[in-house]
């Protein structure tokens, strides 16, 4: 019962490099997101899909890109990191829009990011 | 836009204080209402929620009202304990079909022995 896996768990990057934070999920949920949570910030919405082949923008997409070819997974791409993109990233799943009604958003346990 | 204001932190308190943290919202119609927990190198989970006005949600000896009037969600538990030590959340989702929840920016609470 895996729920929400997220990797990795922590990374460093150099400024102007490239990678991939790597989300999975196995409860076939539909609704897929990516939030950074910044100190004293809460969380803010990166990217989200409704479904496989559907994604769109949250409240901070600049500087990052998604896909979402199958319905268990959700990639996030950085592709020239940069210091302002040094966060926490919260992937998260659920069956109902945000987690409404009787199902509740189900989150991974978080990616380190920190661009130096 | 929709939004979510909760209490600044960080909150400290003693072992079996009374908790309040104190949530309000802006948002259009009638918005589902959400607590979420985060404890310490974890990711967030739903800790309680209310779907219309005047529920009360209630999980783990928390508890919140849905308050349209004064358009509050406030956090309550009469007595915390030690492992209640955590970041606190109060997040929406709005009617009308909104995919995306929105979220305060979180209150620490560290609950000392």
Redesign the interface.
Known sequence: NAGVTQTPKFRILKIGQSMTLQCTQDMNHNYMYWYRQDPGMGLKLIYYSVGAGITDKGEVPNGYNVSRSTTEDFPLRLELAAPSQTSVYFCASSYSPGGSGANVLTFGAGSRLTVL | GDSVTQMEGPVTLSEEAFLTINCTYTATGYP?L?W?VQYP??????LL?A?KADDKGSNKGFEATYRKETTSFHLEKGSVQVSDSAVY?CAL?SSG?????V????TKLTVNP
């Open positions: 589902s959400f979420y190198g974890e990711g967030l989970q739903l929620k779907t959340f989702i079909g909104s995919e995306k929840l979220f305060g920016k979180g």
